[in-house]
């Protein structure tokens, strides 16, 4: 049950409420937290298509839709989080062209509809903190050719884990810290060698 609220931060939805869940169930990421998030994307986010991965609140996914984000996707296990999702996006008017999958990440990966909604400009992925193995989720995440040759992947942890500097053809190329919450950012090697060669 919807105990208190968190509010999208700017863009046309500025001020609009996004239900929490009472108990630990999701861990939304802190109003600092986002709005330093979207101030690094910028301009990237106009028009993306975006996968918001163990999407809890859904906050993120819908901060990325006020701020001009062209469609997003949400991934939720907890079908009482993803009930509330689906319910915001219909409350906001703009449930048509986006979607919730409630499934598990690793399995929504192969998701026919997941797969579908290809390639994703950026994949925002906030697991929980004591997932065992990001490595694998970023493999998994590569061998289903989800990302856009220009995409970034961002992973939300605690600001004290160490996040892989590669894995298979992705590359990390920045982190960020806002209080416990830490963003690292990767980008495809091939890209990485084309912006050194600029």
């Known amino acids: 049950m919807s105990t208190s609220s968190i509010r999208v931060i700017a863009g046309q939805l500025k001020g609009r409420r996004i239900p929490t869940l009472s108990g630990r169930t999701t861990r939304p990421t802190s109003q600092r937290a986002r709005e330093a998030l979207f101030s690094i994307l910028g301009d990237q986010i106009q028009g993306a298509t975006m996968a918001d991965l163990f999407a809890g609140?859904?906050?993120?996914?819908?901060?990325?839709?006020?701020?001009?984000?062209?469609?997003?996707?949400?991934?939720?296990?907890?079908?009482?989080?993803?009930?509330?999702?689906?319910?915001?996006?219909?409350?906001?008017?703009?449930?048509?062209?986006?979607?919730?999958?409630?499934?598990?990440v690793s399995l929504a990966i192969q998701n026919s509809i997941l797969v579908g909604w290809a390639p994703f400009d950026i994949i925002f992925m906030d697991p929980p903190y004591?997932?065992?193995?990001?490595?694998?989720?970023?493999?998994?995440?590569?061998?289903?050719?989800?990302?856009?040759?220009?995409?970034?992947?961002?992973?939300?942890?605690?600001?004290?884990?160490?996040?892989?500097?590669?894995?298979?053809?992705?590359?990390?190329?920045?982190?960020?810290?806002?209080?416990?919450?830490?963003?690292?950012?990767?980008?495809?090697?091939?890209?990485?060698?084309?912006?050194?060669?600029?």
């Open 57 to 104: 609140t859904g906050a993120v996914g819908l901060e990325a839709l006020s701020r001009g984000a062209a469609k997003v996707l949400f991934v939720e296990q907890n079908p009482i989080a993803g009930d509330s999702i689906q319910r915001t996006l219909t409350q906001f008017k703009i449930s048509a062209s986006n979607r919730v999958l409630t499934e598990d």
């Open 130 to 198: 004591r997932l065992p193995n990001i490595q694998e989720l970023l493999r998994q995440i590569e061998e289903a050719n989800l990302i856009a040759p220009t995409g970034r992947i961002i992973y939300e942890h605690f600001h004290k884990t160490i996040a892989p500097l590669s894995t298979g053809a992705w590359t990390l190329i920045r982190t960020a810290r806002y209080g416990d919450t830490g963003f690292s950012f990767y980008q495809p090697q091939s890209q990485t060698a084309e912006d050194s060669e600029a």
